[in-house]
């Protein structure tokens, strides 16, 4: 996502707004995959010698529960996203590294497929383990704790 600074009128912003290719965004390293194009709408102006740009970034991936082990999908809002970089005497700006870090920032460390506790019991059911009930073996040790 480049922005080119002739195009933004003098002393005021730019608008942007469409879709990007998220293959630039790098979500693989995050264990995210993107199910949609990243689509932003952006103000994009020039201030004391630096490019500015505020607005919303919105993408959906698909990543795998850490409880469930089943793919799950998120939508990743950046609202507010806000960027500021120095000009250096270039003509073109490119947004995208800056675009990439604050959609990392959010994406979710352990996905979870459901925030409660609906998605343990159902990752237990649906994977074909149980839960050992009270009195089993494995449960013995942390018994003998009580007394």
Do not use: N
Not at 10 to 20: D, M, N, P, S
Request: aromatic fraction near 4%.
């Amino acid at each position: 996502m480049k922005v080119h600074l002739l195009q933004i009128p003098q002393g005021e912003t730019l608008h942007l707004e469409g879709e990007e290719d998220p293959s630039r965004l790098d979500l693989q390293e995050a264990g995210a995959t993107a199910v949609s194009p990243l689509s932003y709408s952006l103000d994009v102006g020039v201030s004391e010698g630096g490019l500015f740009a505020t607005g919303r970034l919105a993408i959906r991936v698909r990543m795998q529960c850490v409880v469930c082990l089943e793919d799950t999908e998120k939508e990743i809002i950046a609202d507010p996203f806000s960027m500021q970089v120095e000009l250096t005497g270039r003509e073109q700006i490119d947004l995208t590294p800056f675009v990439r870090e604050d959609i990392h920032l959010l994406l979710p460390p352990y996905p979870r497929c459901d925030t409660g506790a609906a998605c343990s019991a159902a990752g237990a059911q649906g994977s074909g383990r149980q839960a050992p009930e009270r009195g089993a073996p494995a449960w013995d040790a942390l018994d003998k704790l009580k007394t």
